[in-house]
């Protein structure tokens, strides 16, 4: 066989050099997408919260440390830990940054324009100043609205009514420094006389001021209390349920979780559900399309729960027709 002359010899080293980068580089697994979670919640109150992601993704096609990566911060409860949480995320490049709350947005608007931010919002985006329009957002921030107009405060009005005939006046529990609470105020006014209520406002800015605050709400001569949907109130739900029951005071709530922990009553969205509607959200932002075009959602899911034994607990007898309504009954 004749001898390879040293030209050839080079030539096919020289192109075997050339082709062995590409050959590695059509090996190497293609970079999994990074999703960002600042939850106000604690590790344990949002593991249900991260399997409804979870599922929402796997409908898309995404599978936690398969073809994406989750990264999650929890404040546990603690707002004011939200924006240094949220800075960590920003640090880690991530595609697309999940912050569900108002409070938590906001600390990740303030240090992101660029990366794209999905929320969970009870507030107007537009009046809160993080969208131009709920349609066409302008923006790095969507997301899903859980709250929408006076039909949902008018409807647990009426619920509340419902099951507490004789109130006729509602204490409202908020928190100034959260924007949901002086939200939901402005829907107020038109259900409650709708009903033949008159309702007042108690503001609770921290922890502490719960326990004095429900005991000013019988002193003043309150029937029955509405709780506004912030991380606060929420955090202490467990305490928030309890004072309401040792005081023997008929509480709607907005979340199922408060009924779960003990309180009496509750309609609204499904977080669960939100996270997981979310999902596609970020399969369209993986996808290509800005956050500046796609329009904020409306909550797709609403519950109606019930705790029995809270209600036998402060005297309530709940109709039978009220309880086939419900999705969610504890006796």
Same mark, same amino acid.
């Given at each position: 066989m004749p001898s390879m002359?040293?030209?050839?010899?080079?030539?096919l080293l020289g192109g075997a050099a050339a082709a062995w980068?590409?050959?590695?580089?059509?090996?190497?697994?293609?970079r999994r997408p990074l999703i960002g979670v600042l939850s106000p919640a604690s590790t344990a109150t949002a593991a249900v919260y991260m399997e409804g992601l979870r599922a929402g993704l796997r409908d898309f096609g995404y599978v936690d440390d398969h073809n994406i990566w989750l990264?999650?911060?929890y404040a546990e409860g603690v707002p004011a830990r939200l924006p240094s949480l949220a800075a960590e995320l920003v640090d880690l490049k991530p595609d697309v940054i999940i912050a569900g709350s108002a409070v938590g947005i906001s600390a990740a608007h303030r240090v992101t324009q660029t990366i794209p931010l999905i929320t969970f919002l009870v507030e107007d985006p537009v009046a809160l100043g993080l969208a131009k329009s709920i349609a066409r957002p302008g923006g790095n921030i969507t997301g899903i609205v859980t709250f929408g107009d006076d039909a949902l405060v008018g409807k647990q009005l009426a619920l509340l009514k419902e099951v507490v005939p004789d109130m006729s006046r509602l204490a409202v529990l908020v928190n100034p420094g959260d924007p949901g609470g002086t939200f939901v105020l402005r829907f107020m006014p038109e259900p409650a006389r709708a009903l033949g209520v008159t309702f007042h406002v108690f503001e609770v800015q921290?922890?502490?001021?719960? =326990?004095?605050?429900?005991?000013r709400t019988v002193r003043d001569g309150m029937h029955a209390l509405f709780i506004t949907q912030n991380p606060l109130f929420f955090s202490r739900r467990n305490e928030v349920a309890e004072l309401a029951m040792r005081l023997r005071l008929p509480t709607i709530y907005g979340y199922r979780e408060f009924v779960q922990s003990g309180g009496l009553l509750s309609y609204g969205s499904s977080l669960p559900g939100a996270y997981r509607q979310s999902a596609r959200l970020i399969d369209k932002i993986l996808k290509g399309t800005s956050p500046a075009d796609l329009p904020f959602e409306l909550a797709t899911r609403f519950e109606l729960a019930i705790n029995l034994k809270?209600?036998?607990?402060?005297?309530?007898?709940?109709? =039978?027709s009220f309880l086939l309504r419900a999705d969610e009954v504890i006796d």
């Open positions: 002359r040293r030209h050839e010899f080079i030539t980068p590409l050959t590695v580089r059509a090996q190497q697994p293609a990264e999650v911060r921290a922890a502490d001021e719960l =326990e004095a605050t429900f005991t809270t209600a036998k607990a402060i005297g309530l007898s709940i109709p =039978e």
